[in-house]
């Protein structure tokens, strides 16, 4: 099994920044991808951004040139830097990872950590 750890988050007021990290262990492998999603009560969650194995980044469209995701060398720890942040950006920020076999994909969770943005 696949075990995600997060740490950063918190309260920050609206304009300012905040980092999340993610550090990877267990049955982990480095040729899979990592991301953050979040979500608020009575929402689907959502996707945040994500990279994959290969360096790839994706985003989504309420925090591009605003929030950039990183890997590092190792390929097991993913950081999310959040600047700009706004009071609709408060979520419970969930971190991911995943690797697909063939056509299907499997999803593993951390706990998730909270980000309040007061305005």
């Known amino acids: 099994q696949v075990q995600l750890v997060e740490s950063g988050g918190g309260l920050v007021q609206a304009g300012g920044s905040l980092r999340l990290s993610c550090v990877a262990s267990g049955s982990f492998s480095s040729a899979y991808g990592l991301g953050w999603y979040r979500q608020v009560p009575g929402k689907q969650r959502e996707l945040v951004a994500d990279?994959?194995?290969?360096?790839?980044?994706n985003y989504g469209d309420s925090v591009k040139g605003r929030f950039t995701i990183s890997r590092d060398f190792a390929g097991n720890t993913v950081t999310l830097h959040m600047n700009g942040l706004q009071p609709e950006d408060t979520a419970v920020y969930y971190c991911n990872s995943y690797r697909t076999v063939l056509t299907k994909r499997y999803d593993y969770w951390g706990q998730g950590i909270q980000v309040t943005v007061s305005s």
């Open positions: 990279v994959s194995k290969s360096g790839d980044t």
